[in-house]
């Protein structure tokens, strides 16, 4: 099977010293997507597709969680628009991870092609803020809007919890460990 088109292994990105506070803060958010990608690279189908002992989790369903979570948290939550067909297709009642499960389905190619345009539809919408206060149009369950602030902080989390699970994997896959 073909592995990932990347021919060199691609650069974590600098984060700034002394940057504003969505610099900042979309710097971190960078430099978590490129480190999922880094588990990535280099990775044939079948190894994307490998798990520890006694978990489902491969790199494959964690990006295709991360291309969820980004069109969750930007383009629904923060935008208020509609995820694609292919999402509102998902048959999430039988499948609570249909996002990962379809993942799965994905060549290398196509997964890393989807996970990047998503992060940059969404780096486009929180750029396109008036500010880190912004409000979102979705709300909590509560009722409550969320702030891009509080978006962006939470991705980072997402992203740095994430990046952990993906750097087990991947080191029981080849024994590649971060950089």
Same mark, same amino acid.
């Given at each position: 099977?073909?592995?990932?088109?990347?021919?060199?292994?691609?650069?974590?990105?600098?984060?700034?010293?002394?940057?504003?506070?969505? !610099?900042?803060? !979309?710097?971190?958010?960078?430099?978590?997507?490129?480190?999922?990608?880094?588990?990535?690279?280099?990775?044939?189908?079948?190894?994307?597709?490998?798990?520890?002992?006694?978990? !489902?989790?491969?790199?494959?369903?964690?990006?295709?969680?991360?291309?969820?979570?980004?069109?969750?948290?930007?383009?629904?939550?923060?935008?208020?628009?509609?995820?694609? @067909?292919?999402?509102?297709?998902?048959?999430?009642?039988?499948?609570?991870?249909?996002?990962?499960?379809?993942?799965?389905?994905?060549?290398?190619?196509?997964?890393?092609?989807?996970?990047?345009?998503?992060?940059? @539809?969404?780096?486009?919408?929180?750029?396109?803020?008036?500010?880190?206060?912004?409000?979102?149009?979705?709300?909590?369950?509560?009722?409550?809007?969320?702030?891009?602030?509080?978006?962006?902080?939470?991705?980072?989390?997402?992203?740095?919890?994430?990046?952990?699970?993906?750097?087990?994997?991947?080191?029981?896959?080849?024994?590649?460990?971060?950089?």
């Amino acid at each position: 099977m073909r592995t990932v088109a990347r021919m060199t292994r691609p650069n974590s990105p600098d984060i700034p010293l002394a940057a504003d506070e969505l !610099t900042t803060l !979309t710097a971190f958010l960078d430099f978590y997507r490129a480190e999922l990608l880094d588990r990535v690279w280099g990775l044939n189908h079948e190894q994307l597709q490998m798990t520890t002992a006694s978990s !489902t989790l491969t790199l494959a369903r964690l990006v295709g969680h991360m291309t969820g979570v980004e069109m969750g948290w930007f383009l629904e939550k923060f935008d208020g628009a509609t995820p694609p @067909d292919y999402v509102e297709a998902l048959d999430w009642d039988a499948d609570p991870d249909a996002e990962m499960t379809r993942a799965e389905s994905l060549t290398p190619d196509e997964l890393v092609a989807e996970f990047e345009a998503q992060c940059e @539809d969404s780096r486009r919408r929180a750029a396109a803020a008036t500010s880190l206060d912004q409000l979102s149009v979705g709300t909590s369950l509560s009722g409550q809007p969320f702030n891009l602030r509080w978006i962006m902080v939470h991705m980072i989390e997402e992203y740095a919890r994430h990046c952990g699970h993906a750097d087990l994997i991947r080191e029981s896959i080849d024994g590649d460990t971060a950089r």
